[in-house]
Nanobody, 129 residues
Framework: QVQLIESGGGLVQAGGSLRLSCAAS????????MAWFRQAPGKEREFVAA????????YYADSVKGRFTISRDSANNMVFLQMNNLKPEDTAVYYC??????????????????????WGQGTQVTVSS
């Protein structure tokens, strides 16, 4: 089992920045692919960003490319999402997710919710205009 705890959400004005953190425990962190998803009110949960086990390869949704950066700190079992130039449409609950499957994932596979076994409880991000 993997436990994921997100933090760092809050209220920010458009154009501002936030940094989300996710603390992982319960399994060797270096064996986990990590990702962030989000769910806005009335909408389905969607992919935001993902990072591979070594922290070398990253993937982003088109809507956040150039504004968000995913990173991981394997020494402290943490994954981060730096969000810059936030827009009102970024308002959502943000979820941290972990994929412990040892098989190789395609780039597309890393964007699928079904690829992730473990989920955090979510943290609210609200961007005011």
């Amino acid at each position: 089992q993997v436990q994921l705890i997100e933090s760092g959400g809050g209220l920010v004005q458009a154009g501002g920045s936030l940094r989300l953190s996710c603390a992982a425990s319960g399994r060797t962190f270096s064996m986990l692919r990590m990702a962030w998803f989000r769910q806005a009110p009335g909408k389905e949960r969607e992919f935001v960003a993902a990072i591979n086990r070594r922290g070398i390869v990253t993937y982003y949704a088109d809507s956040v490319k150039g504004r968000f950066t995913i990173s991981r700190d394997s020494a402290n079992n943490m994954v981060f999402l730096q969000m810059n130039n936030l827009k009102p449409e970024d308002t959502a609950v943000y979820y941290c997710a972990a994929d412990g499957d040892p098989k190789i994932r395609t780039a597309q596979g890393m964007t699928f919710q079904s690829s992730y076994d473990y989920w955090g409880q979510g943290t609210q991000v609200t961007v005011s205009s």
